[in-house]
């Protein structure tokens, strides 16, 4: 019998809904600690994105409206994120395709919403009597992995998709019934980081941006007071940004010259873009969003009493406890 593997002295597991949420909101971190010394980082993808947009014409075929082949596509699209970012560990919850994508649509002030159930696919990942089957799925994979840090969205699925919402459920569940779980975070987006983002944008001489910039309180933002933990990502803007590009369907990435690979594809030139400010990225709605030079999170559970003031890092106090 072979020896047993050897678990990585820290060991963190990020929980995302689709393909390309990893990369938009985590990516920098993911890229960050996966070439770390004697670190692990394992993502867990809920579903395969079926129901997503199309933004490549060629490609429109293959929606959930047509072909139905989209799903499937987007596995080739994650697997080249996470080779961007260096990611090795990476699961399907309940294995490829167990759970569907299950859409939205836009309610008001622009926040999306389930669609209405008899519209669901019966696989639907936000299926109401799907959520326990999901968390056990998810404390098999927690268990396996034994993770010191997990990362997941906030109650409100960071802008309301019904997806998000269940992965924040489920995750918080899951985390609660593993003995390894010391620290869990939310990803968010802090409001000071994002309006400074966009002035940069906006400001940037001749930016030629080919989409509009949001307008105030247009883009789902958490209060700054709020945020206690903040990586700074520049050294992987290169990483984060090719893992953007991988999830070509979904979005566009503008790096202030144009997308395409004349801009400053390179490591050096992509860090100096990101100096100022010049880095952009957009979904199917075709609304500019800055790229960061920091991922935010908000600790909301750890095995400590003391609340830190404003960490650098997710593993921040974990030996001493």
Partial sequence: ??????????????????????????????????????????????????????????????????????????????????????????????GLGRWRDSGMVVAEGGRAAAPPPDALHPRAFCTPGQRAAQVAALTEIMTEVAPHVVVGYDPGGGYGHPDHVRAHEITMAAAADVASVRKVYWTVLPRADVAAGLAELAAAPGHGLPWRLPTPDELPTSADDAVTTQLDVSAQLAAKVAALRAHATQLTVWTGAGSGAAAGDGVAGLVALGETGRLAFALTNEIALPVPRTESYVLVGSTSSVRPVRETDLFDGIETW
């Fill in 1 to 94: 019998m072979p020896p047993p593997t050897r678990r990585a002295r820290r060991r963190l597991l990020l929980v995302h809904a689709h393909p390309d949420d990893e990369t938009i909101t985590t990516g920098g971190t993911i890229a960050h600690y996966a070439a770390a010394p004697d670190t692990d980082v394992t993502l867990v993808t809920c579903t395969l994105g079926e129901q997503g947009e199309v933004m490549v014409p060629e490609l429109a075929g293959l929606a959930a409206e047509h072909a139905d082949q989209l799903g499937g596509y987007r596995i080739g699209e994650l697997a080249g994120a996470c080779a961007a970012l260096g990611l090795t560990e990476h699961r399907w919850l309940g």
